[in-house]
């Protein structure tokens, strides 16, 4: 067979395995036809497709996100708290002379007046609610404001001392107290103050963040419900800024926001947001942009799970809508100038994926290239063998 034939039987073979040849990631043309999938019953669908223009990205920022406000409310604590199981109690008992139950007598100098008062040892409220007063017995306090018990002690001890005056003192509140643990500097029991804490006065009481704010979410647990919202939704928004309440459990997580970048990218790998948030411009310019000569800038891509009250503004009709997150895929048409400015109102979200599918020709280019490897032996044996005739 004379060289010439060979080389085009060579690169027909070539060029009808295309799709065996090494690549990135899918073209532009699959990305779209595999939103849908051929069954035995029909298409199914797989993920939606959306092209991104200045309607989109309108529609994206009502994105429901997590909130405090939401979720528990900003009820005041109450501004006389009650004494709870736990807490641990001071009594001090005056009379008002000496001689009594709780009173010293006269001095023998008497120029010096004797003790008018006693101070029980601290005690930790049990799990009947109660403390013991000497000569007053058992005294339910849980549950009860402080004045209230002072009057019931008082009560108590009517008869038995001398007109007795009575302050009841919470020397641990541990039943008032909130746990702060996480990226705090010191994690700790902080009790509330009689005035009410917002969230920030108790992270100041456990000495801050340790965490950049923008990488730092707030999760809060009170019975049965968690929320976790950014700290930076706290900061900048003092609705979020909530009153905890006893028993509550705050946690600080840091969680680093960052994004995937694969494809004809200049850099593919994960990259770190680096500030409160960034818009897809910003998301290309980290990679390092499009590559000259392999990106398809009409096939810019990201991939992204969106929860189904989005799509339903976005996709009314969508056939996925009947999962709490819908696989979405949101493309852009970077040919086009005005999707420039999409670009830069278009608010990325942490894990999201971006790709870049490769352009047409650098799939004909990795032919040319096959060809040419299989073609360059057979060119110099057909060089040798005309050289030798």
Do not use: H
């Not at 405090?68 to 006389?80: H, K, W, Y």
């Not at 541990?174 to 009689?194: D, F, K, N």
């Amino acid at each position: 067979m004379r060289p010439l034939p060979i080389a085009l039987c060579a690169a027909l073979a070539v060029s009808g395995c295309s799709g065996l040849l090494p690549a990135a990631g899918p073209t532009t043309s699959a990305v779209v036809d595999g939103a849908d999938i051929a069954t035995d019953q029909g298409l199914f669908a797989r993920y939606e497709i959306i092209d991104v223009d200045a309607a989109v990205v309108e529609g994206l920022r009502g994105r429901p996100l997590d909130s405090l406000l939401a979720s528990f409310g900003d009820r005041r604590p109450s501004v006389e708290p009650m004494i709870g199981v736990g807490d641990t109690v001071s009594v001090t008992i005056w009379e008002a002379s000496t001689g009594g139950l709780f009173s010293g007598s006269l001095s023998a100098d008497r120029f010096s007046a004797g003790s008018k008062s006693a101070t029980i040892p601290p005690q930790i409220v049990t799990r009947d609610g109660a403390i013991t007063v000497p000569y007053a017995g058992r005294i339910q306090v849980a549950g009860k404001r402080v004045q209230d018990v002072q009057a019931q002690i008082e009560q108590e001890l009517a008869g038995k001392a001398i007109e007795p005056q009575v302050i009841v003192t919470v020397v641990q509140p541990a039943s008032t107290a909130v746990t702060v643990t996480g990226e705090v500097t010191a994690g700790a029991r902080i009790p509330l103050s009689t005035k009410g804490d917002r969230l920030l006065d108790v992270v100041a009481g456990a000495g801050g963040v340790r965490a950049p704010v923008s990488e730092t979410f707030v999760r809060l647990s009170r019975g049965p419900t968690t929320a976790t919202v950014p700290l930076t939704a706290v900061v900048s928004n003092p609705r979020e800024n909530i009153y905890l309440r006893p028993g509550d459990t705050l946690t600080l997580v840091r969680d680093p926001q960052t994004f995937l970048a694969v494809g004809a990218t200049g850099a593919n790998f994960e990259i770190p947001f680096s500030a409160e948030g960034i818009t897809l411009a910003q998301a290309i310019a980290k990679s390092g942009g499009l590559r000259d000569f392999q990106a398809d800038p009409a096939g810019v891509f990201i991939f992204r799970f969106e929860p189904s009250t989005v799509v339903r503004r976005l996709r009314p009709a969508s056939p996925l809508l009947g999962t709490p997150q819908v696989p979405v895929v949101y493309r852009f048409n970077l040919r086009d100038p005005n999707s420039l400015f999409v670009t830069q109102a278009f608010r990325m979200r942490n894990r999201d994926l971006v790709y870049v599918s490769n352009a047409p020709f650098t799939e004909v280019q990795k032919v040319l290239s096959v060809f040419s490897t299989i073609t360059a032996p057979v060119a110099a044996s057909a060089s040798v063998y005309q050289s030798t005739r």
